[in-house]
């Protein structure tokens, strides 16, 4: 069994900062990459970050330059750096474990477990 448990959303204002945290707990899941997606209400779940053991990042175009994605593997924990954000920013964000062999670290349908999501909510 895999748990994901994110935190660290909330209410901010265009232009601020947030940190986002998921916890990673369990065993027999395929450890190589973790990532971050979000989805705003009547979208679909897009991929924002994605971190592999061997430290290589990749972020959709959306976020590029302004959300740094990392992790502290001694705690089992990912991380997503926040900054500059913006009203489209808002959405549940859900950290994701397991991408299967050859998969597509943007494409949800890829990974294996997901966390039940933490809501960012950013005001003009």
């Known amino acids: 069994q895999v748990h994901l448990v994110e935190s660290g959303g909330g209410a901010v204002q265009a232009g601020g900062s947030l940190r986002l945290s998921c916890v990673a707990s369990?065993?027999?899941?395929?450890?190589?990459?973790m990532g971050w997606f979000r989805q705003a209400p009547g979208k679909e779940r897009e991929g924002v970050a994605a971190?592999?053991?061997?430290?290589?990042?990749s972020y959709s175009a959306s976020v590029k330059g302004r959300f740094f994605i990392s992790q502290d593997s001694a705690d089992n924990t990912l991380y997503l750096q926040m900054n500059s954000l913006k009203p489209e920013d808002t959405a549940m964000y859900y950290c994701?474990?397991?991408?299967?062999?050859?998969?597509?670290?943007?494409?949800?349908?890829?990974?294996?477990?997901w966390g039940q999501g933490t809501q960012v909510t950013v005001s003009s």
């Open positions: 994701a474990a397991d991408l299967r062999p050859g998969g597509n670290d943007m494409r949800p349908t890829d990974f294996g477990y």
């Open positions: 369990g065993y027999n899941y395929n450890r190589d990459c």
């Open positions: 971190i592999y053991n061997d430290g290589v990042t």
